[in-house]
T-cell receptor
């Protein structure tokens, strides 16, 4: 059974710091890996999608990498801002559309000004 | 249109009520999902519709009844819920190679 682990569970940093969120998984036969952001009581916002044939994706201050062989993905946030405060979820899919996402428990980030 | 729209945003219902949650997407995605999320937990899968047919039911109690009237719409009918069913209900859609898109959710409170 696939297990997805996110470390750390919570993180507090001052504004301006660069930071790394980690996601590890036990079964490397994944189809996609997707990072989401969730604000309290809100839905999930997709940040980055990495397909199994890709190694990384970038969007603005965000960069996500994927190493299937080691079962790891990292989300790098550059020059953090208070508006980045949220819970970040890593999720895996194993097949094409129509299969469930498997979520980690998330990393709750707090960026202070 | 790159959104999944859920209505209502908030719902309070009694244990004897019947209500429905609605979800709509116009991205042409052929898979649609219902997830349930409790506070400080990741979303948990409830149902999957693929090409308008129910393909996965994660042993959800029968007081939750999904319906997919067409490729753009997904409903979740609620009846005789319990207070422990209070949660954020999320709808999502997906298409091969494009990842998953989630709606903003319905905050359900059962009193």
């Amino acid at each position: 059974k696939q297990e997805v682990t996110q470390i750390p569970a919570a993180l507090s940093v001052p504004e301006g710091e660069n930071l790394v969120l980690n996601c590890s998984f036990t079964d490397s036969a994944i189809y996609n890996l997707q990072w989401f952001r969730q604000d309290p009581g809100k839905g999930l916002t997709s940040l980055l999608l990495i397909q199994s044939s890709q190694r990384e994706q970038t969007s603005g201050r965000l960069n996500a990498s994927l190493d299937k062989s080691s079962g790891r993905s990292t989300l790098y946030i550059a020059a953090s801002q208070p508006g980045d405060s949220a819970t970040y979820l890593c999720a895996l899919s194993y097949n094409q559309a129509g299969t469930a996402l498997i979520f980690g428990k998330g990393t709750t980030l707090s960026v202070s000004s | 249109d790159t959104e999944v729209t859920q209505t209502p945003k908030h719902l309070v219902m009694g244990m004897t009520n019947k209500k429905s949650l609605k979800c709509e997407q116009h991205m042409g995605h052929r898979a649609m999902y219902w997830y349930k999320q409790k506070a400080k937990k990741p979303p948990e899968l409830m149902f999957v519709y693929s090409y308008e047919k129910l393909s996965i039911n994660e042993s959800v109690p029968s007081r939750f009844s999904p319906e997919c009237p067409n490729s753009s719409l997904l409903n979740l009918h609620l009846h005789a819920l319990q207070p422990e069913d209070s949660a954020l209900y999320l709808c999502a859609s997906s298409q091969t190679g494009l990842g998953y898109t989630f709606g903003s959710g319905t905050r359900l409170t059962v009193v």
